[in-house]
């Protein structure tokens, strides 16, 4: 197939219009907490950095700036029920609470969520990954590549 004729052709890296760096950025994140030699990281942080940036690209960076702050208030949602020891819905559950109306029937939507949920199942096979860790670094990634600043400890580093 031609690449004039690829449905992503000139789309790739892109947000309403305008270009961003969010796999540098993300990488760039991730080098905070794992150190900048790329051997040093969790095993799942080379699967699940494809499945960060589909977010990123379908939904541009401020959408997925909240979408990634939902999928890390939806595992904190799963985490403090295992604490708790009681019933646990699952992280599919918690991130459609946590996002709202904003997950609809769109390819982006649809494509965003089938990435967040594939990349946390794939996290919890890593006995080495934090998810929480790895959704911080997207969110920082995801405001930088939008020329958005957060205030968080961690952004307060760079």
Do not use: K
């Not at 540098?24 to 900048?36: D, I, K, M, S, V």
């Not at 996002?99 to 029937?105: A, C, L, M, R, Y």
């Not at 089938?114 to 934090?130: G, K, N, P, S, V």
């Amino acid at each position: 197939m031609p690449h004039a004729a690829c449905p992503c052709a000139g789309r790739r890296g892109t947000s309403e219009g305008a270009t961003h760096n969010f796999g540098f950025h993300l990488t760039q994140e991730l080098g905070r907490p794992f150190a900048l030699a790329t051997g040093s990281w969790p095993a799942s942080a080379e699967r699940v950095t494809p499945f960060f940036e589909i977010v990123a690209n379908t939904l541009g960076a401020p959408g997925a700036s909240r979408w990634f702050d939902a999928a890390r208030r939806a595992h904190r949602s799963v985490m403090t029920a295992d604490l708790a020891r009681t019933h646990q819905f699952g992280f599919a559950v918690y991130l459609d609470r946590e996002i709202g109306d904003e997950h609809g029937p769109s390819l982006a939507s649809v494509a965003a969520w089938e990435a967040l949920t594939a990349l946390y199942e794939i996290t919890r096979r890593d006995a080495d990954a934090d998810i929480d860790r790895y959704f911080d670094c997207a969110l920082r990634a995801s405001t930088r590549s939008s020329g958005q600043h957060i205030n968080t400890p961690a952004a307060a580093i760079a």
